[in-house]
């Protein structure tokens, strides 16, 4: 928290003396991919008591294929406006700087009126007073009843201080995939726990094939993540201390280390970024990653070997757990546009089945009745990630009863990404994992 009021009140005064402040829903953007605004419908007045106002919407790069993925998006908002009358302007948001851009943004009021995020940023802005809070949206969900289809975690996550803080919208999980043409080939079964994948992994390494890859961005952070929940580890304890150098993270970044000093990493994976990970693994360059199990069903057809995605893995210690995120949508308080805002984030959330199985995001919905489509009914992956992952995975604040502001200052860390390329190029992961707790004790102000 002291992290971004210092880097809020920089770029304030910095705003101030250089040119001053823009009105919210302002031309100024993100580096990013940008849709043109969708036309506003023939009969002006729409089906909404706000048609003719234009909102900004900023949303992550959620899809493995972009082009695809925001072709989905540009199609339910094209279908909003032509219902609604209500114009949407749409930006791409890459996930690099990711935390600075909304800073600044928010810092300069040149925040949208609505955007997705990081799974805390909404707790975290809060806090100063950006976020709007969505109680009456929520009571008008629980009114109709759809609100009974949610998935409840996630709900869960969404409530801070007293109030609905944004609304749920994709749950986000890891899980081993790995290239099942790969092992059959060197007769190496499926790893069950981390003995049977780090002996898989050194088996391919004698074959001359990298075993495992981590990224050196997010996706890094979260691999770590993965094996460190597995192992019964986390960020924070349950009283609110946090314990990042606990046991179990350390054994857990001590295996990775490990299979990095017995030349199974893929050493390009420490200047790749997520994506460009997932397509190094897609185009057969190594066997095993920690990524969401979409990747798969979204690509099965699509590469020329067998793709697989294996059950949680056993931990040393016996237990089983992973990296589970409740990814959602919030608007902010200085829109001024808020109840049309509010009209395109429930029609967001009624219709986004397509960004899912046509646009390839990285997630699975919160939605109970998404679960009807054959897309997921039939897919052995993504019904193993929501009867399975999702039960066993934690997050930042997995020991403790509800998020806080905080959480995106922790899990916004550079020193995250530090560890995860460090592992791959060698250096004393120990060393960097206690660099991570250093920084999110100044951030807890512990």
Same mark, same amino acid.
């Given at each position: ?132 809070? *969505? ?7 629980? !009114?109709?009843?759809?609100?009974? @289809?949610?998935? /409840?975690? &996630?709900?869960? #996550? ?100 490990? *299979? ?7 050493? !390009?994976?420490?200047?790749?970024? @997520?994506?460009? /990970?997932? &397509?190094?693994? #897609? ?164």
């Amino acid at each position: 928290m002291k992290k971004l009021v210092a880097v809020l009140l920089a770029i304030m005064l910095l705003a101030s003396m250089c040119f001053g402040m823009t009105a919210c829903g302002s031309t100024s953007a993100p580096a990013a991919d940008s849709v043109d605004a969708a036309p506003a419908a023939e009969d002006a007045s729409g089906g909404s008591p706000y048609a003719g106002e234009t909102i900004e919407f900023w949303d992550m790069a959620w899809g493995s294929d972009s082009a695809r993925y925001e072709a989905e998006a540009k199609k339910i908002i094209d279908a909003f406006t032509a219902e609604t009358g209500i114009i949407v302007n749409y930006t791409a948001v890459p996930w690099t700087n990711w935390y600075e851009t909304f800073v600044t943004a928010v810092a300069s009021n040149t925040n949208p009126d609505i955007s997705t995020g990081s799974g805390y940023q909404a707790f975290q802005f809060s806090a100063l007073g950006y976020i709007e809070p *969505l109680d009456d949206v929520y009571e008008e969900l629980e !009114a109709s009843g759809e609100l009974q @289809g949610f998935m /409840t975690r &996630a709900l869960d #996550l969404m409530y801070y201080d007293g109030h609905y803080r944004a609304l749920p919208w994709m749950a986000d999980v890891r899980g081993l995939l790995y290239n099942k043409t790969m092992l059959d080939e060197n007769g190496i079964d499926v790893p069950t726990n981390w003995d049977e994948l780090e002996a898989a992994c050194v088996k391919l390494s004698e074959a001359g094939i990298y075993g495992f890859a981590i990224p050196s961005d997010s996706a890094g952070k979260q691999t770590v993540y993965q094996f460190a929940y597995n192992n019964g580890g986390g960020v924070m304890t349950a009283d609110g201390q946090v314990s990042v150098y606990c046991d179990e993270n350390r054994e857990a970044v001590a295996f990775l280390a490990r *299979l990095g000093e017995k030349g199974c990493l893929y050493p !390009a994976a420490a200047g790749m970024t @997520g994506s460009e /990970t997932q &397509a190094a693994f #897609l185009n057969g360059e190594f066997c095993f990653m920690i990524t969401t199990p979409a990747l798969a069903e979204a690509n099965y057809d699509l590469v020329d070997f067998e793709i697989g995605v294996a059950e949680p893995l056993a931990a040393p210690n016996g237990n089983h757990g992973g990296f589970f995120s409740a990814n959602n949508i919030m608007i902010y308080a200085n829109s001024e546009h808020k109840e049309a805002a509010k009209e395109f984030l429930k029609y967001w959330s009624a219709n986004e089945l397509p960004m899912f199985t046509k646009g390839t995001a990285s997630g699975i919905p919160v939605r109970a009745e998404f679960y009807e489509d054959p897309y997921f009914s039939e897919s052995k992956f993504l019904t193993m990630a929501f009867n399975e992952f999702i039960p066993i995975g934690g997050n930042a604040v997995w020991r403790m009863t509800s998020n806080f502001p905080e959480a995106n200052d922790l899990d916004g860390l550079t020193e995250w990404t530090a560890l995860a390329q460090g592992i791959t190029m060698g250096e004393d992961a120990d060393a960097l994992l206690k660099a991570v707790d250093d920084a999110a004790r100044e951030v807890m102000g512990q």
